[in-house]
């Protein structure tokens, strides 16, 4: 079935490009009788985008693909917020398992979304990248953009800026959000609906959304004020499970029914016991801009947001039930002759409460002769993040008694300046030469507390603390020079100064409080960049681009651990090295009229070093490692056609193959020559839209994921089912009628044929939505 799906889905792209080829044909036809009869006709020079909004790329003034979207683009799909506008963009992946998940990474290329270090997120200048640690729950942070206020979103390919660091080593999402020019005002609220089922759990989840938009500009003064809330319900991700082979003799355990069996991704045979049950989430955020006009060519810029969320789990779902049919969660039970122990927290009740703060402050200058100058600083703070978690058997438990109570104050602060100044020189062309210093913190203090009630947060003993600290100072300069109207060439390096520091652990001990701290760490390194660009004819643009990029651990990853009750500290990797990759990028475009492109790419990463959760086959020790070396190659096709065979049909597709191999990694032998973890080999989307008139639009869209591994040595082939790596066909639509001038109604579904599917946890079956908006 995977290689006659493959088959079709590279059979449409080669039709794709043929007819695309025969219509550009057709047009220079066109333009070659234009111009015959005196009259001129020009192409600009475009890249791919998902909406009929054309980008010149020379404003991202980048070597490398850069893939863009525009309001217009967002509105044709199903969004509740930012990280949705992701879903279709070429060779990426988001890793969305419901509304309102804080727990979202953003995947570029080849890359494992687990790794977050290496994507890079910017929203007007200012990081949403979350580099305290790297994981899952280090996604960006997408609830300090509202989709409504997107100007334009450009994802940018690899590490071949020297403007951008080492964490741009997958790629960056740079987000450009409106400033009003006149008064402006927006509403629009959004129901939506799934019915969620999975071994013995059915769920009906539903999802309130609304968001209220003001903006105005007085004089030199513009400020917009955006207010979002969300209440939903989000299904459990994850299972309570024991293996077959683990019974023992049954003995005087109680005897139960109700629970599930299957085979589970390593193919043995295991019991589902529970499931951890619905989540509801309540998010509010708030967001100011103030911009203010200094002159005609320059801006400061004020921006605050503020994100309040609290998720709990109050319904812990066992389908155990003893002879009398009440419900069980714990003790020893008799599953089919044999003896299993479900452990007192093996379902658990949990509340969160997270505040997190964004405050920037940004000053740009952009004049005539070509000076364009970018200051800002920034900082990202959670003055409020608990969570409260219970150890004892449910139902007693739900309103209190023993548990853990985490207390995290993670965040980060940033500088930046950088400007570019372009010199036109008599006879040898034109360079834009580039300059500028970035610098970052990130900080963790982390602690976790036992707790004498967890619903109270009744705090007892210290169990552990972590706290550490990341710093870079980084300078770059680069030199964009277009030679002639066919070549340009890029030039760049980036010089950074890295260090770990004021790092420790804490425990309390019957003798008081114990405290080890860890030795700081410190590194430094240059990453030179170049790409040769040769345009042709102006339809087609070749470009070759070369990089070294180093990118250093995070907080997380070098201090993350454990500490014993005598002090002594364990887990942590105190010699985690920096991964640093040697990256190649080879792309070719075609123009296609004035209103489309096909791009064809061939990349290549080799990273030495690449940092990941590993156990060591030796020591049996798992912390995050070194492993040596990971060649990721792949092929990229993109196809974008605003007027595809009629007037108002547009056609979005992309096609990538990746081939990611672990070439050494001395702590996991077994890996070696295997598949690296969660980066599928294939991955293909297309977005079919249709608007007639500006009254109404129709959108059809789909995404195929290949075959992907979990496990560093590839043992987890059985799929389809809760700890699998699925290979998935989704499908999405939605139809928007604009009822009145300033009122658009819109319905939509995802995942029309309803899949269920995993890339370890489950994710949102079919799902409707319904919005309601408001512009004036």
């Known amino acids: 079935m995977r290689d006659v799906l493959k088959i079709i889905v590279s059979a449409f792209f080669v039709l794709l490009i043929s007819i695309s080829v025969a219509m550009a044909e057709e047009i220079e036809k066109k333009d070659i009788e234009k111009k015959t009869k005196g009259e001129e006709a020009q192409l600009e020079e475009i890249v791919v985008t998902v909406t009929g909004k054309i980008v010149d790329e020379s404003i991202m003034n980048m070597p490398a693909v850069v893939e863009s979207l525009t309001p217009e683009g967002i509105e044709r799909i199903n969004t509740i917020d930012t990280s949705d506008i992701f879903k279709y963009m070429p060779g990426s992946y988001l890793r969305k398992l419901y509304p309102g998940a804080n727990n979202s990474p953003l995947v570029i290329r080849g890359n494992n979304s687990t790794m977050t270090g290496r994507t890079l997120v910017i929203a007007d200048g200012l990081f949403l990248s979350d580099f305290t640690a790297a994981g899952n729950s280090n996604a960006p942070k997408w609830q300090m953009v509202s989709p409504g206020e997107i100007d334009t979103m450009d994802m940018i390919y690899g590490p071949f800026s020297a403007a951008l660091s080492g964490n741009s080593m997958s790629g960056t999402a740079v987000i450009t959000t409106h400033m009003p020019q006149k008064r402006e005002i927006e509403a629009d609220a959004t129901y939506t609906f799934q019915n969620f089922r999975e071994y013995k759990s059915d769920f009906h989840l539903n999802n309130y959304n609304a968001n209220a938009y003001y903006g105005d500009k007085i004089g030199p003064l513009s400020f917009s004020i955006w207010a979002d809330r969300l209440q939903t319900r989000a299904q459990g991700i994850m299972y309570t499970t024991v293996l077959e082979s683990s019974g023992k003799d049954p003995g005087s355990a109680i005897p139960v029914t109700g629970w599930d069996t299957d085979k589970d991704p390593k193919d043995r045979t295991r019991y589902i016991l529970g499931s951890q049950g619905v989540q509801d989430i309540a998010n509010t955020t708030g967001k100011i801009k103030l911009g203010y006009d200094l002159t005609p060519e320059s801006q400061v810029r004020l921006t605050l947001g503020f994100w309040d969320s609290t998720q709990e789990r109050n319904n812990p779902q066992t389908y155990l039930r003893d002879t009398n049919g009440n419900p069980v969660y714990s003790g020893n039970v008799n599953i089919n002759g044999k003896s299993y122990t479900l452990n007192q927290n093996a379902f658990t009740y949990s509340k969160l409460e997270k505040q997190d703060l964004l405050t920037g402050l940004t000053y740009s200058y952009k004049s005539p002769n070509g000076i364009k100058v970018f200051a800002g600083v920034s900082s990202y703070s ?67 507390w036992n707790a004498s009630d967890w619903e109270s947060d009744d705090r007892t003993i210290l169990s552990k603390g972590e706290e550490g600290k990341t710093q870079i100072h980084a300078i770059f300069i680069d030199d964009t020079w277009d030679i002639t109207k066919q070549w340009s060439v890029y030039l760049g390096g980036r010089y950074e100064w890295w260090k770990g520091f004021d790092a420790s652990k804490s425990t309390d001990s019957a003798s008081g409080r114990l405290t080890s701290n860890l030795p700081d760490k410190s590194d430094s390194g240059i990453s030179p960049k170049a790409s040769v660009t040769f345009r042709p004819t102006d339809e087609w643009r070749i470009r070759l681009s070369l990089a070294l990029a180093t990118r250093y651990p995070t907080v997380g990853e070098l201090y993350y651990g454990g500490i014993t009750s005598s002090g002594v500290i364990n887990n942590n990797n105190p010699d985690l090295k920096p991964e640093k990759d040697f990256a190649k990028d080879f792309t070719i475009t075609r123009a296609i009229g004035e209103t489309g492109e096909a791009r064809l790419t061939f990349f290549e990463d ?129 139809f928007s009628y604009r009822l009145l001038k300033n009122l658009r109604a819109s319905v939509g579904i995802d995942n029309i044929t309803d899949e269920l599917y995993h890339v370890s946890h489950p994710y949102p079956r079919r799902t409707y939505y319904a919005n309601l908006k408001y512009t004036f």
């Open 382 to 448: 959670s003055p409020r993040d608990i969570t409260c978690t219970s150890k004892s058997s449910p139902p007693a438990s739900e309103h209190g008694g023993a548990g853990t109570v985490t207390d995290n104050d993670n965040g980060w602060y940033t500088a930046d300046l950088k400007g570019s100044y372009e010199v036109i020189m008599k006879g040898i062309g034109i360079h834009t030469i580039g300059a500028g210093y970035h610098y970052d913190r990130y900080y963790i203090d982390s602690e976790v």
């Open 606 to 734: 080799y990273v030495r070093d690449a940092i990941y959760s590993q156990t060591n086959t030796y020591t049996n020790v798992t912390n995050f490692q070194n492993v040596e070396k990971v060649r990721t190659r792949g092929i990229e096709v993109a196809f974008n056609e605003r007027k595809f065979l009629i007037d108002g049909l547009g056609v979005f597709a992309n096609l990538a193959w990746t081939d990611s191999e672990i070439l050494a990694n001395a702590n996991v032998p077994a890996s070696v020559g295997k598949d690296f973890p969660r980066v599928p080999e294939w991955r293909a989307k297309i977005v079919l839209d249709y608007a007639p008139t500006e009254r109404w639009f129709i959108t059809v869209a789909g995404h195929y994921s290949g075959k992907q591994y979990g496990e560093l040595d590839n043992s987890d082939k059985h799929d389809g089912v809760y700890g699998a790596m699925d290979e998935f066909l989704v499908f999405d639509t939605k």
